[in-house]
């Protein structure tokens, strides 16, 4: 988890908890558990977790909903 210090236009790059797990298509539970574990980089502010859009899109382009894991590169 990383600190940051931020204002209100910066969280314009970032997404919160709720809109992340729609676009990845996992519960928002989930989603939680992977940004504890670190899987998902994402901050922690005011008690509530944000991805960055840029990590998001990461994310999604390297993740099967289906197995749960990182999809595999040839």
Same mark, same amino acid.
């Given at each position: %988890? %990383? #600190? #940051?210090?931020?204002?209100?236009? $910066? #969280? $314009?790059?970032?997404?919160?908890?709720?809109?992340?797990?729609?676009?990845? *298509?996992?519960?928002? $539970?989930?989603?939680?558990?992977?940004?504890?574990? /670190?899987?998902?980089? *994402?901050?922690?502010? /005011? *008690? =509530?977790?944000?991805?960055?859009? $840029? =990590?998001?899109?990461?994310?999604?382009?390297?993740?099967?909903?289906?197995?749960?894991?990182?999809?595999?590169?040839?």
């Amino acid at each position: %988890m %990383m #600190l #940051l210090k931020t204002t209100m236009f $910066e #969280l $314009e790059n970032y997404v919160d908890v709720r809109g992340a797990a729609r676009q990845i *298509g996992i519960h928002e $539970e989930s989603l939680r558990r992977l940004l504890r574990l /670190g899987t998902v980089p *994402g901050v922690k502010i /005011g *008690g =509530q977790w944000f991805i960055s859009k $840029e =990590q998001l899109a990461l994310f999604i382009a390297t993740y099967d909903v289906r197995t749960g894991k990182r999809k595999k590169f040839m």
